[in-house]
């Protein structure tokens, strides 16, 4: 297994992935402090207060964390649905399958050679994002690594999802299915917080199936709620709009939903692994 | 040629019994049963379609029979440590084109478990036998097809696998490449390799293996010794002057038929050809050609393979003129 990741990163590396992936993060992140930097002059000007100052920079780094996530999913469905689906095409599956080489290891090694370059690529670059929104603002979130990790959390379960789809299905069907399934888990999360401000079970019951089929919008929440100050937290408590916010969470993902989306994350793997081994190649 | 003696131990490296393999409706294989010995060249024929790569995808585990039973190198098809000791080109051969040639040979070399201070010298040496030493250092991607060919050669040869599958080895090669397998092959199996080869160039096949399965609709139609597959020798003389009523004078050369004016006698050894070139003549018979030798095994193959199917069209206007 450890031979097939190291050749995966290996891959990523020569096939120059990584140094785009690097490029495009330098790029991000040197934008998004020249927008704080601005945010910062524009509001300086107009004499807003410290704490107003604070809410604004929270929220700008939440639309980034936003982007910054979608893009990271995104990344996750065009490395996981050709990783196993093209090899089988061209044949470079078959030539190493032959040898003593577990389906197994083949597929968990493709999985964990690519979650190492998302998972680096989401540290490195998120974890930069709010090291410079902080030198330039003064605002750090309460605990920086935690949104960083939920952010790489969302793009390893749309990766385990494409990977297993990649075991059946083509890299533009398999890639496709994952992020409209992805967009659809964000809308039913929008729907449920409707669900529960409204008081409404079955909207609520939407967001609860789609997070337990798909667990990206739960890992999201955390993503907002590690980014917000705890005064926005108090402060927005009983508002409606709030409430209702995607870009607002009160709270972090519970353990239990956590654990599911490790579990999750097993099964899917699982599920990929028996299909793989059930293939006639 | 004069060929090394064979090493035969005891086991067979194939041996597969009443194979087979349904995809859907259709029968891929339909009932193959084989032995390949351990230091021979095996020559697996057949038309396209007829089984030869699912069969080699069954013996490797890359699909599973659908009934049947076999063994390889003594183990159950599809066993995982067996396949240490298995080199396989497939015809599909395609190597990770980020790579350099050495590193796809350590790469195989590490999945089949060879020790790490083992794997570059046996990577060089398997190398140096396809004829890639000098683009060792060179990206796969940049390859020719006739070189990822050899570079594929070389993967099933890393390591002197006890078992080589060669799935068309030499389909995208020249002829001086052709030439080359044909030595590699032979090496292989002077060492003790039993060696599977499955083609569509007879000839090749008719210079290389000792033995050779003919293979059509999933099932064996021919296999032996290739002197056994591909019969005795005849001599074909197309000759006039002369009718059925001749024939008994003829039948101490071998059993004579007569179809116009080819003269067919068959089985009958070449010492006798003069004698018999002799005896026509001297019936009064006028000869415009004489042919003897071994039919090629191109068509001993049609021969087989056309018996089971239906004639390629009813006859044209033309051809009834």
């Known amino acids: 297994m450890l031979t097939i990741a190291k050749l995966t990163i290996g891959e990523a590396a020569r096939r120059r992935v990584l140094w785009v992936l690097v490029i495009l993060a330098a790029l991000a992140v040197s934008l998004t402090a020249w927008g704080v930097a601005s945010l910062l002059d524009g509001a300086r000007d107009r004499g807003l207060s410290d704490l107003e100052i604070k809410f604004a920079v929270s929220q700008v780094l939440i639309l980034i964390a936003f982007m910054f996530g979608f893009v990271l999913v995104m990344t996750a469905a065009f490395f996981g649905s050709p990783a196993i689906a093209t090899e089988l095409e061209n044949g470079i599956a078959q030539a190493m399958l032959a040898r003593p080489l577990r389906r197994s290891s083949y597929l968990l090694g493709r999985w964990l050679g690519l979650s190492t370059v998302i998972v680096v690529y989401a540290a490195v670059s998120g974890l930069l994002a709010i090291g410079v929104v902080g030198v330039v603002s003064g605002y750090v979130p309460p605990d920086p690594i935690l949104p960083v990790a939920y952010l790489a959390g969302q793009a390893l379960v749309l990766l385990s999802l494409t990977v297993l789809l990649s075991t059946r299905l083509s890299p533009i069907a398999g890639g496709a299915i994952a992020v409209v399934a992805y967009g659809l888990a964000w809308i039913a999360g929008v729907l449920g917080k409707i669900g529960l401000a409204l008081d409404s079970p079955s909207l609520v019951n939407v967001s609860d199936a789609s997070r337990f089929l798909l667990p990206t919008d739960a890992l999201w929440q955390g993503v907002v709620y590690g980014l917000e100050p705890s005064f926005v937290i108090n402060a927005a408590e009983g508002e409606f709009v709030a409430r209702t916010s995607p870009f607002f969470a009160a709270s972090g993902p519970s353990p239990a939903i956590l654990a599911w989306s490790v579990i999750w994350v097993a099964l899917v793997l699982a599920l990929g692994v028996a299909q793989l081994r059930r293939r006639e190649l | ?321």
């Open chain 2, 1 to 321: 040629m004069i060929r090394m003696p064979r090493v035969t131990l005891d086991l067979p490296a194939i041996e597969v019994t009443d194979l087979r393999k349904r995809y859907g409706p259709i029968d891929a294989l339909a009932g193959l049963t084989m032995t390949v010995g351990r230091g021979e060249v095996f020559g697996f024929l057949g038309p396209n379609g007829a089984g030869k790569t699912t069969t080699v995808k069954l013996l490797l585990g890359l699909a599973r029979p659908t009934s049947g039973s076999g063994k390889v190198l003594g183990a159950q098809l599809g066993d995982l440590a067996t396949r240490r000791r298995i080199g396989y080109l497939p015809e599909l051969f395609r190597y990770q084109p980020w790579l350099k040639a050495r590193e796809v040979l350590t790469l195989h070399g590490e999945l089949m478990g060879l020790a790490r201070s083992r794997r570059r010298p046996a990577a060089d040496e398997a190398l140096q036998l396809v004829g890639l030493a000098d683009r060792a250092g060179d990206i796969v991607g940049r390859f020719s097809k006739g070189m990822q060919q050899r570079l594929g050669l070389g993967t099933a040869l890393l390591g002197d696998p006890a078992l080589v599958i060669l799935d068309e080895p030499t389909s995208a090669l020249d002829p001086v490449g052709r030439v080359d397998v044909r030595g590699i092959v032979r090496a292989a199996a002077d060492r003790g390799a039993a060696v599977f080869l499955n083609s569509h160039l007879l000839s090749e096949v008719e210079q290389v293996c000792d033995r050779v399965a003919i293979i059509d609709h999933g099932r064996v139609v021919a296999s032996g010794d290739l002197d056994a597959v591909l019969g005795q020798a005849e001599t074909v003389v197309r000759v006039s002057g002369l009718s059925a009523a001749d024939l008994p004078a003829i039948e101490r050369f071998g059993p004579p038929t007569l179809e116009g004016d080819v003269l067919t006698v068959r089985p009958m050894d070449e010492a006798g050809v003069p004698d018999l070139v002799a005896q026509l003549v001297s019936m009064g018979a006028r000869i415009q050609e004489v042919r003897s030798g071994r039919s090629s095994l191109e068509q001993r193959f049609l021969e087989l393979v056309a018996r089971d199917r239906p004639p390629a069209g009813t006859p044209s206007a033309d051809r009834l003129r």
